[in-house]
């Protein structure tokens, strides 16, 4: 029972993706993302898809856990949930994996258009790997960052403001106003500059380097402590003040 | 009866508030009543059935579950309990059907889920879109939630508010029922005739304390007037005579009246459980604190 119900608990999240159109809406935009580099050519269409995949596995992560939070919010769902046999880490991990699950599939989709299409060379198993890893890491901040918003609209503004604080220095390390080895250590701690890390090295031809291995562990580490610590320790807190009884 | 329920210098006090909500409550439940707790907005009554239905914690004090202490339970607590929350809390884009298959298989036992539908009137329905129910349906839905892993014991929040007449009836008939088989139901409200109509005991709390914990007819008793109003017709008037209870079948004046008048109406001094509240506590239930 115990291992069934959160099964039951991720088809019951996967379901609700799909009445509450949030899993049409990542198809959409995964065409959408599919028609619009089908006309980009070369180097540009080469260096664009593993951009595309880590924002699709990053900030669309954070919209599609906030879309459903805020839909549970909405509607105090969560009460009848807190008085269930279910545990809250159950309740968590239906709601991240279930994300993922969706998450992976649009990206699966993008990913498949172009193999088809362009004869895009990829390790399957490492672009599964990545974006598996990257959407659960960022699906986990989503679902801390909604605990401490009002509503959709500030979790969007919260969501752009820290993707833009955490962009800032890559993008100064890029133009060389950060310089020095140095910086591409620090920069390893950014998870969006970790998730890009072993996004791009997935693809064809292969060279793992020390820096894939690294993103890899930190992403593994510091998600499970980000999962334990933070989002499991706060999540009666925030059902109860959500759960509108 | 058993207690099925044991709170002990309950105390509670919220993050943001400086002082406790709930000031050392003490109160038992038995095992197979249906127990009322009535109070003024803001009196601590949600806060007290959040507490023993975990979903409160760091409370201060004492509870007790079939004489275990309720720390000590696990999820399996909510294997034996049935929430109705006051307002209605369903997955609006899914079916009412699809909503209580999904709650129902989160338990292991499992209720007739079509003869609650049909017992509540809802099973034409059941495959509605809960966003195109009314108020008074979702209520209803609510109450079938509640039942779907057939409890031992029920909490209800306002359980027939916003509910028309007929619909309150078959909704307190289903509360009886659920008493009759065996179960336990505690109740908050704010609605006097509801609790006056179904519970065995009642508790009041204002301002974070209980002031009395009795049955619906002992305090009638105890804080009604002990007197018979009779109305009679005379000379095409209507006369209304008081008599005061005591020694009423030696009374001779009153004997008198009811053999020899045209009676159009006698009412014993039984007060209602409003009037007693407001005796107990000083306050109106609408008033907030």
Known sequence: MKNNRLIYLIKGELIRLHKYKVTTISIFIAIIWSVLLFFVEGDIFNSLLPVLILVDATTMSFMY??????????????SSMLVTPSKDSELILAKILSNTIHNFL????????????????????LIAIAVILVTLYHTSIGLLLSYYQKDFTTMLMSVMLISFALLIPTVLFMLNVLTGDIWEYILLINPI??????ITQSFKPITLDWKYYFSLGYLIISGLLIYRFLVLRNFKNYAVSISGV | MANIFEVKDLKFKYKTNQENVLKG????????????????????????????????????????????DLKD?????????GVSFEMPIHFSKMT???????????????????????????????????????????????????????????????????????????????????????????????????????????????????????????????????????????????????????DLGKNKEFLNTIK??????????????????????????????
């Not at chain 1, 500059?193 to 072993?198: D, G, K, P, R, V």
């Not at chain 2, 339970?73 to 309990?81: A, H, L």
């Not at chain 2, 009314?134 to 409890?151: C, D, E, Q, T, W």
């Not at chain 2, 509240?277 to 000083?282: A, L, P, Q, W, Y």
Request: net charge neutral; proline share 2%; glycine share 6%.
């Open chain 1, 106 to 125: 649009s990206t699966a989709l993008i990913i498949t258009v172009f193999v088809i299409l362009k004869d895009v060379q990829i390790s399957y198993l």
């Open chain 1, 65 to 78: 856990i906030g879309s459903v939070m805020f839909f549970e919010k909405k509607e105090s769902t969560m």
């Open chain 2, 73 to 81: 339970y696990k999820q399996d607590f909510f294997e034996d309990i």
């Open chain 1, 193 to 198: 500059q970790s998730a890009n890390i072993i």
């Open chain 2, 260 to 289: 020899e008048k045209d009676i159009e109406t006698i009412h014993s001094g039984e007060t209602t459980l409003e009037d007693i509240f407001i005796k107990v506590t000083g306050v109106t239930l609408d008033e907030k604190q």
């Open chain 2, 96 to 246: 009412a059907m699809e909503n209580i298959r999904f709650f129902q298989n989160l338990y292991k036992k499992k209720a007739d889920v079509e003869r609650l539908m049909k017992r509540v009137g809802l099973w034409e329905d059941k495959d509605k879109m809960v966003a195109e129910y009314s108020k008074g349906m979702k209520i209803r839905l609510n109450i079938v939630r509640a039942l779907l892993n057939s409890p031992t014991m029920l909490f209800l929040d306002e359980p027939t508010n916003g509910l028309d007449p007929a619909n309150a009836k078959i909704l307190k008939d289903l509360i009886r029922e659920f008493k009759v088989s065996g179960g336990t139901v505690f109740i908050t409200s704010h609605i006097m005739a509801d609790i006056d109509q179904l519970c065995d005991r009642v508790a009041f709390i204002v301002n974070g304390e209980i002031n009395v914990v009795d049955t619906p007819r002992n305090l009638k008793i105890k804080y009604g007037e002990r007197r018979i109003k009779i109305e009679y017709k005379e000379n095409n008037k209507i006369v209304e005579k008081l008599f005061s209870m005591e």
């Open chain 2, 25 to 68: 409550i003490n109160f038992q439940i038995k095992e197979g009543e249906i127990f009322g707790f009535l109070g003024p907005s803001g009196a601590g009554k949600s806060t007290t059935q959040k507490i023993i239905i975990k979903i409160l914690e760091n409370y201060q004090g004492n509870i007790f579950y079939k004489g275990k």
